[in-house]
């Protein structure tokens, strides 16, 4: 059988909504907050660089990529002031588990087989310049089937992350300006963006001018057709390399992965803890079916 780039990106939009869950659901912000971590922002920042330790502002702006070194610096390092990587790395991991267990995601046979699988894939993962899906694979796997699934899909999702950032790199697109392309994409709406990565008029306007001077962007601010085709293109891009996470998994577990985590990922998205509307841009116009559509 085949696998194409689609096959990744239907992936993704399976085992994100396990990891994402995380930083929407009110158990999360508890636990980080109970934690001493001060708002949402110095525990977002600081949960999800915890694998990397107690790391400052600038490598964090740097491997998270699209976030202002500014929003950056007021989290961090001051966040470690208030509690260790290794207490987020417990909340972070404790909180999950909880909401996945609200959202009727617990210790069933699926819930085993997605871990499974997906841990299988992430154990062999390739490493090479992804320095925040290493950083995750490091830490301890837990035992937990519920906990295990959320680990595997946070390993699988920074994969993808760290894929996604050298795909931009190696296109010339910084990471102010993603943002504003993903938006021109209608991938996510411009007030959310401009409002969870801290964008004035005058930063939009900038990334958009610097668009604009490649052929991406219209008089009118929308997107060129050239603008189009090179969105798909880092999209396109970001999936074909993404695919090699799974290499290890055959046909036959692939199908059987689909099969296990598609209806785990149904329950969480009707949960309503995850908008719709995330920077991630996640699709779930497939989440109906259940088979891998391998030919």
Request: with cysteine; hydrophobic share 45%; charged share 25%.
């Amino acid at each position: 059988m085949s696998r194409t780039s689609t096959t990744a990106r239907r992936l993704f939009d399976r085992f994100e909504p396990v990891h994402a869950l995380t930083y929407f659901a009110p158990e999360s912000r508890e636990a980080l907050g109970q934690a001493g971590f001060r708002g949402f922002w110095m525990g977002y920042f600081g949960a999800r660089s915890a694998p990397l330790g107690a790391v400052g502002a600038d490598l964090v702006t740097a491997v998270f990529y699209n976030f202002a070194p500014a929003h950056v610096a007021r989290a961090l390092p001051a966040a470690w002031e208030f509690a260790s990587p290794a207490d987020a790395l417990r909340a972070r991991e404790v909180s999950a588990v909880a909401a996945l267990g609200r959202c009727g995601v617990g210790d069933g046979t699926e819930v085993q087989t997605a871990a499974d699988l997906l841990a299988k894939a992430a154990a062999t993962a390739p490493l090479d310049g992804r320095p925040l899906f290493a950083a995750n694979r490091a830490v301890p796997w837990p035992d937990e089937p519920a906990a295990r699934l959320w680990h595997a899909s946070t390993l699988l999702r920074e994969h993808r992350g760290d894929t996604h950032v050298a795909v931009l790199v190696a296109n010339g697109v910084g990471g102010r300006d993603c943002n504003v392309l993903h938006a021109l994409a209608d991938r996510v709406p411009r007030e959310f963006i401009m409002r969870s990565r801290e964008y004035d008029d005058q930063e939009w306007q900038v990334c958009l001018d610097r668009l604009a001077a490649r052929g991406f962007v219209d008089d009118q601010g929308a997107l060129t057709d050239s603008g189009r085709e090179f969105k798909q293109h880092l999209e396109d891009s970001t999936d074909r390399l993404s695919l090699s996470a799974f290499d290890a998994l055959d046909d036959g577990e692939l199908e059987l992965l689909f099969r296990a985590l598609t209806p785990l990922t149904r329950a969480v998205v009707a949960a309503g803890d995850i908008p719709a509307a995330t920077p991630m841009g996640l699709r779930r116009d497939d989440l109906d079916d259940d088979g891998a559509q391998l030919s």
